[in-house]
């Protein structure tokens, strides 16, 4: 028999005996016998620990930690709260637990759906006990506190002074200045004793820079059609462009159902959330709520502080909330945040806890991003792993792609330097990264096809499905650069070295995509991917794209599907309710069109997530992993001449049969400068290009699956009614 008990909750005494026997039958194959799985996972720690035989944790250092920031060593008896020691199982039961959620999201299974309890998760798929507690002996012997072991039994919860890292680990922290602000960081790699090794994957983070928010404020420019009107986005909107109102009229709108956004911050006022659905016509969905909590861990210490409102991040947290329950009105949404640590992102926290705690939520979403190059290759596995355990676990989580275009390492800035490069908390193989679209009537000269010239009781005016383009706002973007007069994006007389271009549209603001690059791995060149970087492999489900789009790289590609994320640039954006004057946000008072506004990936991943919870409610399931339908149905549907019917080119003449909608035209490119992936011929600005001596955008929308958006954007009834059950 497996270590511990396993029967629990729903499982009946047959499927435990199968799962037992299942599991030793996969730890097999990958290499072990099952007798001696029987009484334990492998242990890893064979030898005595060494201090003096140290191997180094590469790939761990962040970009800004550099000769030219450091300003010195902090002081040693600097304290370090909740830093987190992200361990490894072994091999062939890392490639059984692998199988087993393949196994679990496979129809013709009988373990379809056998969700994990936590327990279960720990005893057939944790590390050995044996090896947890030699490394939990090795940091108490340094000193440090440990706080506790997550259920899962794969990370560490320590607290320590610098000068006990240093001792320890063998890394010393310094303060940074980056460009004003204060930060800490660690110089070098740490290093564990090589006993350690196989068991030790790293230490998540020995810095303070956390992930940044993917939202992006409406611009104050007047957008590329001039003076023509404003479309701002309403709910009733969202309904009708996605058809999501036959679901609503057939009773599903999100009862029962529960989404969770995680967050580092609570909301400004919670009654922004009631007075966003007041005034858009969802307080007729009685069982809508919303509630903000801050899950401690199982056991052990708590590491889950409230945070507090964090000002220039809590307008995330609003737009979450408001929009998960503008796809899904009579769903329960609960913001679960903790307080960052002097070392961890209180997002990564608060998600932690929640999947290994006894009743995880069904759905998550995600809007925060870091490139994986910066992350680190301990803080990019500790996202997987995390979202791993998840949809073990039956949990769907949906990550926003980004608002960079392909250049991840470049967020925020109005100018790409570090080549191509995506989000570390998007391109694991066991989350939806979605991507950002924009609407293509005001390119198209068609506005008035879609849009009516009033507004109806819910501010909504939308009248149809609208054609849809790749969000971006960068001069590199063709279709903004063909819009304003000129032929080519690049070069000295390219559009984007143009007065025009320079003055209003040099910025990396669009949707996200590109190859997973540098999971794992250590840069050549700080921030950029390079060197032993690696991707994570392409998963089965995305390979059936292959021949339909998707290209045949062997990584995981970003993103797996879209829905409009545009800030302003061609006329349209999101409506928000965001009371926090003092930090960006408007009074909630009066017609809408005065509020907050904006766009970004953060707003497509809390509505897909409300999507999300339409399906389980029509199936009566949470669904794990939702990537392996999106792409079994895109591949249907496209193979069947859906890059056709469906493109989303054709408007309202889209087949009334489309589940996803092919968006075809523009691209999300962005300007650069430099010689990473960046064509610029002449001029002091390039356009981002997988070659530096011709032009090759990174990327252009085409037909089936792209980089810009993936599989497409949705029919929200037709996805509810398709999926498998």
């Known amino acids: ?100 959620i393949d196994l679990l999201h496979d129809p013709k299974s009988s373990y379809f759906h056998q969700w994990l309890t936590a327990e279960q998760f720990r005893v057939n798929f944790g590390p050995a006990d044996a090896d947890v507690s030699m490394v939990r002996n090795w940091l108490a012997r340094h000193g440090l506190a440990v706080n506790g072991v997550q259920a899962s039994g794969m990370v560490i919860d320590f607290s320590g002074t610098a000068g ?71 709910p009733a909107d969202l309904a009708t462009i996605y058809n999501l109102n036959p679901m609503f009229r057939s009773g599903i709108s999100g009862q029962g159902q529960t989404i969770v956004v995680i967050e580092n911050t609570n909301v400004f006022n919670p009654a922004d959330w009631a007075t966003f659905r007041s005034a858009f016509g969802l307080s007729g969905y009685t069982s809508g709520s919303f509630t903000q909590i801050h899950p401690t861990p199982p056991s052990g210490a708590n590491n889950c502080l409230n945070p507090g409102v964090v000002a220039g991040t809590e ?41 290994n705690g006894s009743n995880p939520p069904a759905i998550i979403s995600i809007s925060y991003g870091e490139c994986e190059a910066k992350n680190g ?19 769907s989580v949906y990550v926003s792609a980004g608002d960079e275009g392909a250049a991840s390492c470049d967020a925020g800035l109005a100018n790409a330097t570090h080549g191509i490069g995506v989000s570390g908390l998007a391109s694991t193989p066991y989350n939806v990264a979605v991507g950002g679209t924009d609407f293509a009537d005001t390119y198209a000269g068609i506005t008035a096809s879609y849009w009516t010239g009033t ?18 706002d960068s001069c590199a973007s063709v279709l903004i650069a063909a819009a304003s007069g000129y032929s080519a994006t690049y070069g000295t007389s390219g559009f984007c070295n143009s007065a025009t271009g320079k003055a209003y549209y040099l910025t990396t603001s669009s949707g996200s995509g590109g190859p997973s690059g540098c999971a794992g791995g250590t840069p050549s060149v700080s921030g950029v991917v390079s060197g032993t970087c690696r991707g994570y492999a392409k998963p089965a489900w995305q390979a059936l794209l292959v021949l339909l789009g998707n290209p045949a790289d062997g990584v995981r590609d970003l993103p797996d599907v879209s829905l409009f994320a545009a800030n302003g640039v061609w006329g349209h954006y999101y409506i928000v309710c965001d009371s ?39 199936t009566g399931a949470r669904q794990g992993n939702p990537d392996p339908v999106f792409y079994t149905l895109a591949a249907t549907e496209y193979a069947a001449r859906g890059t056709i019917t469906c493109n989303s080119s054709r408007g309202n003449a889209v087949a009334s049969t489309c589940i996803f909608y092919d968006v075809t035209l523009g691209d ?58």
């Open 1 to 100: 028999m497996l270590r511990g008990r396993v029967g629990r909750d729903d499982m009946s005494t047959r499927f435990q005996s199968g799962f037992r026997v299942l599991v030793l039958m996969l730890i097999a194959v990958g290499g072990t016998s099952s007798e001696s799985m029987a009484q334990s996972t492998r242990q890893l720690v064979t030898q005595v620990v060494d201090e003096r035989q140290t191997v180094e944790l590469t790939g761990n250092i962040r970009p800004e930690a550099s000769a030219e920031n450091d300003r010195g060593r902090v002081d040693d008896t600097l304290v370090l709260d909740h830093m987190q020691l992200l361990l490894k199982r072994p091999a062939e039961t890392e490639a059984a637990l692998v199988r087993f």
């Open 164 to 234: 006990q890292i240093r001792d320890a680990f063998k890394a010393e922290i310094h303060r940074l200045d980056v460009g004003g602000a204060a930060h800490i960081a660690n110089m070098n790699n740490p290093r564990i004793p090589a006993a350690l090794s196989e068991v030790v994957n790293g230490i998540v983070s020995l810095n303070d820079f956390a992930p940044h928010a993917n939202f992006k404020s409406r611009p104050e420019y007047t957008y590329v059609r001039g003076n023509a009107t404003y479309h701002a986005v309403a």
């Open 315 to 355: 307008r995330e947290a609003e737009l979450d909330a408001e929009w998960a329950s503008a796809a899904a009105p009579s769903a329960a949404i609960v913001l679960a945040s903790c307080a960052d640590t002097s070392t961890t992102f209180g997002g990564l926290i608060a998600l932690q806890n929640l999947v």
């Open 377 to 395: 290759a301990a803080g990019n596995a500790a996202y997987s792993a995390a979202y791993q355990q998840a949809v073990a676990r039956g949990v």
């Open 455 to 472: 507004n109806a009781a819910a501010y909504g005016s939308a009248l149809s499905y609208v054609p849809e383009i790749p969000w971006n």
């Open 580 to 618: 926090d004057i003092a930090n960006g946000g408007a009074a909630c008072t009066g017609a809408p069109g005065g509020w907050s506004g904006g766009g970004g990936t953060s707003f497509a991943a809390p509505i897909w997530a409300g999507f999300q919870a339409l399906v389980n409610q029509k």
């Open 668 to 725: 999300m490119d962005v300007n650069c400068s430099g010689t990473n992936n960046c064509y610029g011929p002449s001029g002091s600005y390039g356009v981002l290009s997988t070659s530096n001596s011709r032009y090759s955008k990174a990327y252009g929308a085409g037909v089936g699956w792209d980089f810009a958006t993936g599989i497409g954007t949705v029919n929200v009834t037709n996805l509810v009614n398709a999926w498998p059950r």
